[in-house]
């Protein structure tokens, strides 16, 4: 993974120059950057552990880039996709992709299904929305297979469950998400099963401060690989 040292330091002042003006994030947000920052690297490694540097990744809801924008400058070799609807971030998006130098990044503004000549390999995604629904969503714009990595907190093993129960079994390469205790009392990532859409593989990485990265290989991506 390429050291993006002096390019994360100057997404860094973009983030605290335009936060406000744009509406990039709150104030307890931007307390911790720094963090987000970091973990965007661990999104990085983890995808060039599973699909390797030159993944063709979709972001989905990018917002202020994170992860997508830390990912396109650790990644060099990947082609970042980086999708969100709301326009003030689009703009900044657009603004930092320019200002980086970020060759290897797309910005996209508008809703992930509407997207058209991509399949990626690899989908991230801060928990914007339950594994399921992720999956669903991305469901055009993957490949068959590809690998679902978001950042989740606790609760996530009961989403993951209902992907995997439309397999057989699931090859467990990291934490095992139908064994062990139950979860805590909170947030479930509960909900409907997408359609044509299972998960092979789960892979979860503990994050330091709190939560995990939680990496899917799911089967029954509608997109065709073309040279987009």
């Not at 911790?32 to 973990?39: N, S, V």
């Not at 996209?108 to 929305?129: E, H, I």
């Not at 068959?144 to 609760?155: F, K, Q, S, V």
């Not at 993951?160 to 998400?177: F, K, S």
């Amino acid at each position: 993974m390429k050291d993006a040292g002096t390019t994360l330091r100057r997404y860094r002042d973009l983030v605290t120059r335009y936060h406000a003006t744009l509406d990039l994030m709150s104030e307890r947000g931007l307390a911790e950057l720094d963090r987000f920052i970091e973990e965007g690297q661990r999104f990085a490694a983890l995808l060039e552990r599973l699909v390797g540097a030159d993944a063709t990744v979709v972001d989905i809801g990018s917002g202020a880039g994170l992860p997508g924008v830390v990912i396109a400058a650790c990644l060099p070799e990947a082609t970042v996709h980086l999708v969100e609807r709301r326009r003030r971030r689009v703009a900044f998006l657009e603004l930092a992709v320019a200002t980086l130098g970020l060759g290897n990044a797309r910005v996209f503004g508008g809703d992930v299904r509407l997207m058209t000549g991509v399949a990626a390999n690899a989908v991230t995604a801060q928990a914007v929305a339950r594994l399921a629904e992720l999956a669903e969503l991305s469901a055009g714009v993957r490949a068959d297979p590809a690998w679902l990595i978001t950042r989740r907190g606790e609760g996530w093993r009961e989403g993951a469950q209902a992907l995997l129960g439309t397999v057989g079994a699931a090859t467990r390469t990291g934490a095992d998400p139908t064994a062990g205790d139950p979860p805590e009392s909170g947030p479930t990532e509960s909900g409907p099963t997408a359609s044509a859409t299972a998960a092979a593989e789960v892979v979860e990485e503990p994050l330091e401060h709190r939560g995990s990265l939680v990496a899917l290989k799911l089967l029954g991506g509608a997109a065709c690989r073309s040279s987009a």
